[in-house]
């Protein structure tokens, strides 16, 4: 049961990028294409690490 919530939670986190994305944009003048590949680097990051961490 923790393990269900803990994931759920993190999923939660993870994908609340777009939420946010307008904001950081506007906050942080960070043009789109860094911001979207920062948050795809980090996507692609976790996605290849977690089989190996798991």
């Known amino acids: 049961m ?6 759920a ?4 986190i ?3 990028f777009s939420v946010f994305y307008v904001a950081l ?3 942080f003048s960070w043009s789109r294409g860094d911001s ?11 996605t290849v690490l977690a089989p ?3």
């Open 2 to 7: 923790v393990a269900l919530v803990s994931m």
């Open 9 to 12: 939670f993190w999923i939660g």
């Open 14 to 16: 993870r994908t609340s």
């Open 25 to 27: 944009l506007e906050e």
């Open 36 to 46: 979207a590949g920062a948050q795809s680097l980090a996507l692609i990051t976790y």
């Open 52 to 54: 190996l961490v798991g």
